[in-house]
């Protein structure tokens, strides 16, 4: 669900790209590279409305139902750190003045996320294709090998779909991790500073989810502590009236993303939500993170 | 098109929304408000007629066969603010995202739509007011009170104005309407967690975007 | 633009004339004060009814609030009621925006002529207490007010 990120779709009718189940493996063999994917809004708050009402039936009291939503959104968080650390190791520099030819990786991976949209079939074909790419791509000119790779493309579809799946898997899997790796040259160093992480989720995070950076980061002034994060249109908890008591908890879950994210970065903390309305933006609202004594205690002796 | 009444009946004939826009002013005051219950009484006999008036199907009608086409165009920026002054207010994104809710675009849609009230009743001219009614797929109803009054002298010149009848052009503008009202409950009445279906609604964000969308079209 | 059937309902809500054409393209088709009616009559009026007593709590001022037209996808009803309680009613093409003037006329050119005005018409179609509520059954058989309601309705009904 978070995995893509949230667009307004075109209207309520907007389908969502059909998940095919003869492609149930997909998910472990998939590459982790970056794909413009949307989701329809609709269908996501629908999901999330759904999420919310169920688990404030099944909490008793409201301090319940918050603990909950946001244990959902660790869960996320915690993956997250890594999946985003990951994916900002890979600079789009490093496609170009990698070491092998570039052409040949460019299209590759072009092709790769062509093929896993458009048919079944091609989930067999895709790992051929590229490790057929780099043999070809060794033995001649990357020019020759674009141009046989798009001729034998189709070939190659027809001719997997009579073999065995399982013959590739392994093939595939241990292919799509060189893929990818080959191309960082630096791991991204972990975030030790509060501010730098904080600016990782003000930024990265939130361009992940809700696809624009954050609307503010801000010290608090008061308390050494504590930060904020905010937002002037929350997009998940947009359409939940404010004349509910219990609307302001459902905000809860990008708590728990927060929380979860921080926490895996070892920076423990808890966070709230908290809304500001202004003139302009009557939604506007604001996480508050509060750091443990010994994230403080931490900086401190770096500092 | 002043909309003095908004109601929303479901699709048991209960009232589940109800508003009344006395902003204009102008109009002299009911002589005895409706109280709630009238209300109530009120959607349910809307209702009911709304039902009988697919009985009543003349047999001329029944034996033709003629095909009626039940395509409403589209009528751009009722109610919605128009382009210029979207522009003029986004500084960047943030006022201009969400504008619409799950909408995308500057209006809620950009399509003619075919009215799924085919054979129920649609308007109600009286002297002082005229009543739209625009029914859903599933049966849920919104209903629209206008304090324009239809013209009742029929023109000199019927031929010349065969294209723009005053009135089926009404009934095009309500439903356009309507089916923003429609689109706005789809956003702020479904996608409400604390909504239970059928009930009243009480979301102070499905009130706002209606009041909002009033404003704009009076 | 095409009428289909018109209906007179008297202040006791029977249906004292009824006249239903069943082919557009033929003015003398259908049927006049048929047994076959009643049931949609008693629809009729009752959507009448209940969608008066609306339009009247729903009136502002002093002036009292009249219903002209009820539309429907399919057609359209045109009402037009009298001091002493009568109702004409006309369906016809949805599309046709106004009869007013046309039940006007009926009321005022057929009906005071040929039955109001006429010595041996009945005053009131409910001749006792029973015939009242809608359970009568009197309809007006008069040949004159019948021949010229078709003069001036049948140039209407294909038109």
């Not at chain 2, 109009?27 to 709304?50: C, M, R, W």
């Not at chain 2, 209903?143 to 013209?151: E, G, R």
């Not at chain 2, 010349?160 to 409950?185: E, G, H, M, S, T």
């Not at chain 3, 009402?79 to 006007?104: H, I, N, P, R």
Request: aromatic share 10%; net charge positive; proline share 2%.
């Amino acid at each position: 669900m978070t995995q893509k990120t949230l667009i307004t779709p075109a209207e309520n009718s907007t389908t969502i790209t059909q998940m095919d189940t003869s492609r149930s493996s997909r998910l472990y063999t998939e590459s982790l590279m970056f794909k413009k994917d949307n989701v329809s809004l609709s269908a996501m708050t629908f999901l999330y409305q759904e999420m919310i009402s169920y688990l404030h039936q099944s909490s008793t009291t409201m301090a319940e139902f918050e603990k909950k939503l946001s244990n959902y959104g660790e869960s996320i968080g915690l993956r997250l750190l890594e999946l985003l650390n990951f994916r900002a190791s890979l600079s789009p520099k490093s496609f170009i003045d990698s070491s092998s030819s570039a052409t040949t990786t460019t299209a590759t991976t072009t092709t790769t996320s062509n093929i896993t949209t458009t048919s079944a079939t091609t989930g067999t074909g895709t790992a051929k294709i590229i490790s057929e790419n780099r043999t070809r791509s060794k033995s001649t000119t990357s020019k020759l090998a674009n141009d046989t790779r798009t001729s034998s493309n189709s070939a190659l579809r027809d001719h997997n779909t009579h073999h065995h799946h399982h013959h590739h898997t392994l093939e595939r899997e241990k292919n799509l991790d060189v893929s990818l790796c080959k191309y960082i040259t630096k791991m991204r160093r972990r975030d030790l500073k509060i501010l730098d992480i904080l600016q990782f989720i003000h930024g990265t995070l939130w361009s992940y989810l809700f696809n624009h950076v954050s609307d503010d980061l801000v010290k608090s002034s008061e308390r050494a502590n504590e930060y904020m994060i905010i937002d002037n249109s929350p997009v998940l908890t947009q359409f939940i009236p404010n004349n509910n008591n219990a609307s302001l908890s459902c905000n809860y879950f990008v708590c728990g993303i927060i929380k979860g994210f921080l926490l895996s970065a070892g920076f423990p903390c808890s966070v709230n939500p908290h809304t500001m309305s202004t003139d302009e933006f009557d939604e506007r609202l604001v996480y508050l993170i509060q750091f443990d004594q010994e994230v403080l205690e931490r900086e401190a002796l770096r500092a | 098109m002043a909309i003095q009444s908004l109601l929303i009946v479901n699709k048991s004939g209960g009232l589940i929304y109800h508003r009344n826009f006395t902003g204009t002013g102008s109009h002299e005051q009911q002589k005895q408000p409706l109280n709630s219950n009238d209300y109530l009484i009120l959607a349910s006999t809307l209702h009911g007629v709304f039902a009988i008036a697919s009985q009543l199907t003349p047999k001329a009608l029944q034996l033709s066969q003629t095909q009626i086409d039940y395509t409403i165009p589209y009528i751009p920026n009722l109610g919605t603010s128009s382009g210029a002054a979207n522009a003029t207010s986004s500084g960047g994104r943030g006022s201009n995202i969400g504008k619409l809710g799950s909408f995308k675009g500057d209006d809620f849609f950009k399509d003619s739509f075919t009215s799924w009230n085919k054979s129920g009743l649609r308007q109600l001219c009286t002297d002082q007011f005229t009543m739209f009614i625009y029914q859903t797929m599933s049966g849920l109803k919104f209903i629209a009170i206008s304090s324009t009054v239809m013209p009742q002298r029929q023109d000199l010149n019927p031929d010349r104005n065969k294209n723009i009848n005053p009135n089926n052009l009404a009934i095009q503008v309500a439903d356009n309407f309507l089916r923003k009202v429609y689109c706005l409950y789809s956003d702020y009445v479904m996608k409400d967690p604390f909504y239970s279906m059928e009930m009243p609604i009480k979301s102070d964000l499905f009130e706002k975007k209606v009041n909002a969308m009033i404003d704009n079209i009076s | 633009m095409a009428i289909y059937s018109f209906w007179i309902f008297d202040k006791h809500c029977n249906c004292i004339f009824d006249r239903e054409w069943t082919l557009t393209t033929n003015s003398t088709s259908g049927t006049t004060n048929s047994k076959q009616n009643q049931e949609t009559a008693k629809l009729l009026y009752g959507m009448i009814y209940s969608l008066r007593s609306i339009t009247q709590k729903l009136s502002r001022g002093l002036n009292k609030n009249e219903m002209r037209s009820i539309s429907t996808g399919k057609y359209r009803v045109h009402t037009y009621c009298t001091a002493s309680g009568l109702w004409f009613v006309l369906l016809s093409d949805f599309k046709q925006q106004s009869y007013s003037q046309v039940l006007e006329y009926i009321y005022s050119s057929i009906y005071v002529t040929y039955v109001a005005n006429n010595l041996f018409s009945p005053y009131d179609f409910a001749e006792n207490e029973d015939e009242m509520r809608g359970q009568g059954f009197r309809k007006i058989t008069n040949r004159r007010f019948i021949d010229s309601l078709e003069n001036f309705l049948s140039p209407l009904v294909g038109q």
